[in-house]
C-alpha cells in the first residue's frame, strides 16, 4: 500500500511558477511510476507527467512541455512538479498517483493504482 499527500498548491498569476510536492508512504515507493494528473471543473481527469521508479524516464504531456518538470527523491518518498509559466489553463485539482507499469506515452489514469487528496492549483489572468 501507498499513502499520497499532495501540497503546494495555491492562487498564483498567470506566468508564475509553483512547485507540488506529493509525500509517499510506504517502503516500497522507489518501485513505482509516479504520475501527475489534473482535473478542471467540467473536465475529465487529464494526464500531465509521469517518471519511473528510477527517475531516469520522464513523459510529459504536450499542454505542459517545456514548462513542467517531473522529479523524484526516493530517499524522501517525494515526487515534485515544478510549473513554470503558469497559464490559466492550467487551473485544476492537481492529484498525484501510483502505478507498477511504465508503458508508453501517457498513461491512463484507470491504470494507476493509489491517488492523493489533490491540491488546487488556480492561475488568474
Known amino acids: 500500500q501507498v499513502q499520497l499527500l499532495e501540497s503546494g498548491g495555491g492562487l498564483v498569476q498567470a506566468g508564475d511558477s509553483l512547485r507540488l510536492s506529493c509525500a509517499a508512504s510506504?517502503?516500497?515507493?522507489?518501485?513505482?511510476?509516479m504520475g501527475w494528473f489534473r482535473q478542471a471543473p467540467g473536465k475529465e481527469r487529464e494526464f500531465v507527467a509521469r517518471?519511473?521508479?528510477?527517475?531516469?524516464?520522464?513523459v510529459y504531456a504536450d499542454s505542459v512541455k517545456g514548462r513542467f518538470t517531473i522529479s523524484r527523491d526516493n530517499a524522501q518518498n517525494t515526487v515534485y512538479l515544478q510549473m513554470n509559466s503558469l497559464k490559466p489553463e492550467d487551473t485544476a485539482v492537481y492529484y498525484c498517483?501510483?502505478?507498477?507499469?511504465w508503458g508508453v506515452g501517457e498513461l491512463s489514469a484507470r491504470l494507476f493504482d493509489y491517488w492523493g487528496q489533490g491540491t488546487q492549483v488556480t492561475v488568474s489572468s
Open positions: 517518471i519511473r521508479y528510477s527517475g531516469s524516464m520522464t
Open positions: 510506504g517502503r516500497t515507493f522507489s518501485s513505482y511510476t
Open positions: 498517483a501510483a502505478t507498477t507499469i
